[in-house]
């Protein structure tokens, strides 16, 4: 057993409190934002469009991981609406962040007419970076309780103001979705260097297909409300996108076997040699040329 004996409180002056949970999503989002600028420079896009898409990924990626987290929560949320504007007291949901950060930095990519397929390859590499750096301040808390445990790596949250269960030992589920963040990382990269598919945006989709292949079962380890059939919110989106970004991938893949190597109009014009492009010289009389005038 490992016990985790931290204050989920960092820094406390007066009202401004920072959480270890606040510095390490802080980093995640420096950290993501870091990496897909590198790979994006890399690949011939401008610093500029980088930061402008990754500006619009954040919000979009807070949006969706607010509203997630508030239909995840309604009964709580119905009875203070306005506890749904109280972003800085928690409540973020990842799944929220995987789909509104893409989305929000695609519409600018589109508005902008930049290549979105491209620019979700190497932004999915930044995101899956950032969740993992963030995850790590979930550790430290011990938000989003794992399951009751008695194997020699369960953890016990030992401190007071710890938001796990008080000297529990549980699955440090947070734990288990950080090392597979890791892996997945490790994999799409070499993808994306190995140049592996064949289609833009397929290491995109591949992230995420494994991202939700883990998550389904790392869902197991943790004590998260029950949705629909048993399962978990999380676990039915981890199916839903995961057999989504599934079928796409298939669907790029065979549209890139079927598209031919070139074609007659893609192919560029054959020169042709002037004999047999001109018509050949007219033969005229002798007779019926023109004069020519002497000096």
Same mark, same amino acid.
């Given at each position: 057993?490992?016990?985790?004996?931290?204050?989920?409180?960092?820094?406390?002056?007066?009202? &401004?409190?920072?959480?270890?949970?606040?510095?390490?999503?802080?980093?995640?989002?420096?950290?993501?934002?870091?990496?897909?600028?590198?790979?994006?420079?890399? @690949?011939? !896009?401008? +610093?500029?469009?980088? #930061?402008?898409?990754?500006?619009?990924?954040?919000?979009?990626?807070?949006?969706?991981? @607010?509203?997630?987290?508030?239909?995840?929560?309604?009964?709580?949320?119905?009875?203070?609406?306005?506890?749904?504007?109280?972003?800085?007291?928690?409540?973020?949901?990842?799944?929220?962040?995987?789909?509104?950060?893409?989305?929000?930095?695609?519409?600018?990519?589109?508005?902008?007419?930049?290549?979105?397929?491209?620019?979700?390859?190497?932004?999915?590499?930044?995101?899956?970076?950032? #969740?993992?750096?963030?995850?790590?301040?979930?550790?430290?808390?011990? +938000?989003?309780?794992?399951?009751?445990?008695?194997?020699?790596?369960?953890?016990?949250?030992?401190?007071?103001?710890?938001?796990?269960?008080?000297?529990?030992?549980?699955?440090?589920?947070?734990?288990? +979705?950080?090392?597979?963040?890791? &892996?997945?990382?490790?994999?799409?990269?070499?993808? &994306?260097?190995?140049?592996?598919?064949?289609?833009?945006?397929?290491?995109?989709?591949?992230?995420?297909?494994?991202?939700?292949?883990?998550? !389904?079962?790392?869902?197991? !380890?943790?004590?998260?409300?029950? !949705?629909?059939?048993?399962?978990?919110?999380?676990?039915?989106?981890?199916?839903?996108?995961?057999?989504?970004?599934?079928?796409?991938?298939?669907?790029?893949?065979?549209?890139?076997? @079927?598209?031919?190597?070139?074609?007659?109009?893609?192919?560029? %014009?054959?020169?042709?040699?002037?004999?047999?492009?001109?018509? %050949? %010289?007219? #033969?005229?009389?002798?007779?019926?040329?023109?004069?020519?005038?002497?000096?």
């Amino acid at each position: 057993m490992i016990d985790i004996h931290i204050d989920p409180i960092l820094i406390q002056l007066g009202p &401004l409190v920072i959480t270890w949970h606040g510095l390490f999503t802080a980093l995640g989002v420096l950290g993501g934002i870091w990496l897909a600028t590198r790979l994006g420079i890399e @690949r011939g !896009f401008s +610093e500029d469009d980088i #930061m402008s898409v990754a500006l619009w990924g954040v919000v979009g990626g807070i949006v969706g991981a @607010r509203l997630m987290h508030v239909v995840d929560q309604w009964a709580y949320y119905a009875r203070d609406p306005l506890a749904i504007l109280r972003v800085n007291e928690g409540g973020l949901a990842i799944w929220g962040s995987i789909i509104g950060g893409p989305l929000g930095g695609a519409i600018y990519a589109w508005r902008r007419g930049l290549s979105i397929p491209k620019m979700l390859d190497f932004g999915g590499l930044g995101l899956i970076l950032g #969740m993992a750096i963030g995850r790590l301040g979930d550790v430290i808390n011990g +938000e989003h309780h794992g399951s009751d445990a008695g194997v020699p790596w369960s953890v016990r949250y030992t401190h007071p103001n710890t938001l796990g269960d008080l000297n529990v030992p549980v699955h440090l589920a947070v734990g288990y +979705e950080l090392i597979m963040d890791v &892996l997945v990382l490790a994999v799409c990269t070499w993808l &994306l260097y190995r140049r592996a598919f064949p289609r833009d945006g397929m290491v995109f989709w591949a992230m995420i297909a494994l991202y939700s292949l883990g998550r !389904f079962f790392v869902q197991f !380890f943790r004590l998260d409300t029950p !949705f629909l059939w048993g399962l978990s919110q999380a676990q039915l989106l981890s199916f839903a996108v995961g057999a989504i970004a599934v079928w796409i991938l298939v669907y790029l893949a065979s549209s890139s076997r @079927r598209r031919p190597a070139a074609t007659n109009d893609d192919a560029s %014009p054959t020169p042709v040699a002037a004999s047999t492009s001109s018509p %050949p %010289p007219t #033969m005229v009389a002798a007779d019926e040329r023109e004069p020519v005038e002497r000096a």
